[in-house]
Nanobody, 111 residues
């Protein structure tokens, strides 16, 4: 069973940047896709970004041009670079590895 450890969340002002990391205990090439969901209080999770085993990336329309998903196979790590952050980006961000989710990391965008 894969274990996922997310990090990089925190408090940032609007327009700022954060990078999230997801460290997997297994090869990130062993599943069809990895990526990130986010969940705001009282809402269900929404897909933010994904990357397939072949390297194809996809983004939610709300984050296109601002967020970038990438990976480091040697470190078994997937990243989410978040730029030009907006208050509506505030949520708990969850890494997923196939069907497995991590514990989440809080991102708060506020003045």
């Amino acid at each position: 069973q894969v274990q996922l450890v997310e990090s990089g969340g925190g408090l940032v002002q609007p327009g700022g940047s954060l990078v999230l990391s997801c460290l997997a205990s297994e090869s990130i090439f062993s599943v069809s896709a990895m990526g990130w969901y986010r969940q705001a209080p009282g809402q269900q999770p929404d897909l933010v970004a994904s990357i397939t085993g072949g390297g194809t990336t996809n983004y939610a329309d709300s984050v296109k041009g601002r967020f970038t998903i990438s990976r480091d196979g040697a470190k078994n790590t997937v990243y989410l670079q978040m730029n030009s952050l907006k208050p509506e980006d505030t949520a708990v961000y969850y890494c997923y590895y196939g069907w497995k989710w991590g514990q989440g990391t809080q991102v708060t965008v506020s003045s």
